[in-house]
C-alpha cells in the first residue's frame, strides 16, 4: 500500500523552529517530487515548498521564503521541510504530497497524500 506519513509537527513558540519529515512507505520517493501544503482553519489549501525528483531543483511561497529550507534524502525515503522563524500565521496543518518528478502550483496534479501533522505557533 503506497503511504505517506508527515511527523514533527507541534507546539512551538513565535521565532521557535520545527523540522517536519515526510516518509514513503510501499514504493521509493526516488522517482517524485514531494510537495508540502498547509492548510489553516477557515482558509484554503496552499503550497508551502516542493522539491523535484532530483532535489535539484526547489521552491518556496513568498510567505515562508528565507524561513523554511526543503530537502530530501533519498536513501531514507524520506523528505523534510525545515522550518525557522515560525510565525503565528504559519499555523496549519501541514501535508506532503507526491507528483512524478517535477512539481507544479497545481495541488491536484500531486497523487499520494499524507494524513497531515499539525503545527501550532503561539505564545
Known amino acids: 500500500q503506497l503511504q505517506l506519513v508527515e511527523s514533527g509537527g507541534g507546539l512551538v513558540q513565535p521565532g521557535g523552529s520545527l523540522r517536519l519529515s515526510c516518509a514513503a512507505s510501499g514504493f521509493t520517493l526516488s522517482y517524485y517530487a514531494i510537495g508540502w501544503f498547509r492548510q489553516a482553519p477557515g482558509k484554503e489549501r496552499e503550497g508551502v515548498s516542493c522539491i523535484n525528483y532530483i532535489g535539484g531543483s526547489t521552491n518556496y511561497a513568498d510567505s515562508v521564503l528565507g524561513r523554511f529550507t526543503i530537502s530530501r534524502d533519498n536513501a531514507k525515503n524520506t523528505v523534510y521541510l525545515q522550518m525557522n522563524s515560525l510565525k503565528p500565521e504559519d499555523t496549519a496543518v501541514y501535508y506532503c504530497?507526491?507528483?512524478?518528478?517535477?512539481?507544479?502550483?497545481?495541488?491536484?496534479?500531486?497523487?499520494?497524500w499524507g494524513q497531515g501533522t499539525q503545527v501550532t505557533v503561539s505564545s
Open positions: 504530497a507526491t507528483r512524478r518528478y517535477s512539481c507544479s502550483a497545481d495541488a491536484s496534479l500531486f497523487g499520494t
